[in-house]
């Protein structure tokens, strides 16, 4: 069974760092593309970029380019989704999804999400 | 920027057919796709490549495609249908985006 579980919730303030986590699990993980959603409260879905973990090979949507930071550890099938200053503008949902090679990638099965508050 | 346009709601009555569409201009050499997302809930893949269904998507959703717009149909819509659609595609450049959604309300 295909299965993305995401880390837990996260509290933060202004300016500080912060790392999510994608573990893989089920399937050939270097495979696949591993992609990150946000989703702003009340807001619809936005594609914020991909990683293959067979070769690192990552792409950002020009929205989110320099703004965050994906990668992934393909020895322990786990992606990322890292900020190195968050802003209250980065409180969302995030979501994981495994991305299937075609034309173009979409995305087959999602993690559960990871919910990001920044506040003072 | 690429952009999907989507109507933002439907309603539907309980057995009665919903069409979702969804308008882009790569859309004639580029797949739809199409995700389910329910209330508190990580979206659902539930049309590939304009008009397949994946495994355990019920044969009530179908989709089609043609030029610049591409339609989910819900036929016979169930109150669990209710739920906002996004569709999905890409870019002659390759950038890859989700419309605007809409929200399905069946009553």
């Known amino acids: 069974e295909v299965q993305l579980v995401q880390s837990g919730a996260e509290v933060k303030k202004p300016g500080e760092s912060l790392k999510i986590s994608c573990k893989g699990s089920?399937?050939?993980?270097?495979?696949?593309?591993i992609g990150w959603v946000r989703q702003m409260p009340g807001k619809g879905l936005e594609w914020m970029g991909i990683i293959y973990p067979g070769d690192s090979d990552t792409r950002y949507s020009p929205s989110f380019q320099g703004q965050v930071t994906i990668s992934a550890d393909k020895s322990i099938s786990t992606a990322y989704l890292q900020w190195s200053s968050l802003k209250a503008s980065d409180t969302a949902m995030y979501y994981c999804?495994?991305?299937?090679?075609?034309?173009?990638?979409?995305?087959?099965?999602w993690g559960q999400g990871t919910l990001v508050t920044v506040s003072s | 920027s690429y952009e999907l346009t989507q109507p933002p709601s439907v309603s539907v009555s309980p057995g009665q057919t919903a069409r979702i569409t969804c308008s882009g201009d790569a859309l004639p050499k580029k797949y739809a796709y199409w995700y389910q997302q329910k209330s508190g809930q990580a979206p659902v893949l539930v049309i590939y490549?304009?008009?397949k269904r994946p495994s355990g998507i019920p044969e009530r959703f179908s989709g089609s495609s043609s030029g610049t717009m591409a339609t989910l149909t819900i036929s016979g819509a169930q109150v669990e249908d209710e739920a906002d659609y996004y569709c999905y595609s890409t870019d002659s450049s390759g950038n890859h985006v989700f419309g605007t959604g809409t929200k399905v309300t069946v009553l």
């Open positions: 999804a495994r991305g299937v090679p075609a034309a173009g990638v979409y995305f087959d099965y």
């Open positions: 490549e304009d008009s």
């Open positions: 089920g399937y050939s993980f270097t495979s696949y593309w």
